[in-house]
């Protein structure tokens, strides 16, 4: 079985603070998926890396696809009240037709 | 705006009392799935269709049934429902079923079992 372990699982601080958010697996994945889910709705897509060693940045925040493709990271800069929310991290399995395994997810808050 | 929108928000039914959820998307998507998300954990796939093709996971229960009448709609039916079914249920889409698509998700529909 697959999975996808996700660190912290809570995550509480000051607005300003730089946080990292990790997503580990002993699997190797053919893409990996970052979701951001407020209460009450559903997750929406904030990127999505296909290559080890792959970087990407969307304003403050930064993502890492591992070298190996098993593992992600989610940096933010200087967090904003409005990056509360449930993180999740979503890994593609190969020749699944479209099956993501989704980490348990980090709930962040970011106090004024 | 195109979306994928899940209906009821809230829903509340009797144990053992059959229940159906919907869900429909203006994407014209070829890839709809259906997850189930408990409190504070990962969503879990329980199927997802490709055009008419219907893939069921492996531990997905019988109690749980799909159904999608056309490309814009899909249907979750809990034949008899639990206490332990209680959670929100989640539509999502994508183009086509590659790992690296986008999925778009409703606002699911949380479901209560009295």
Redesign the interface.
Known sequence: TQL?EQSP?FLSIQEGENLTVYCNSSSV???L?W?RQEP??????LV?V?TGGEVKKLKRLTFQFGDARKDSSLHITAAQPGDTGLY?CAG???N?????I????T?LSVKP | DAM?I?NP?YQVTQFGKPVTLSCSQTLNHN?M?WYQQKS??????LF?Y?DKDF?NEADTPDNFQSRRPNTSFCFLDIRSPGLGDAAMY?C?T?R?????????????TRLSIL
Do not use: C, M, W
Not at chain 1, 40 to 45: N, S
Not at chain 1, 102 to 105: E, I, L, V, Y
Not at chain 2, 40 to 45: H, M, R, V
């Open positions: 996808l699982q994945f053919s893409s998926q979701y009450g709705e559903g997750p929406v897509l999505t296909v999740l593609g399995i190969y699944q037709g479209g099956k993501l989704f980490g348990q997810g709930e | 994928v899940q928000r890839v799935y504070s954990q990962a969503p879990k796939l997802h490709y893939n989640l999502a994508s086509v079923p590659y790992s690296n698509q986008p999925q778009h998700f409703g606002d699911g």
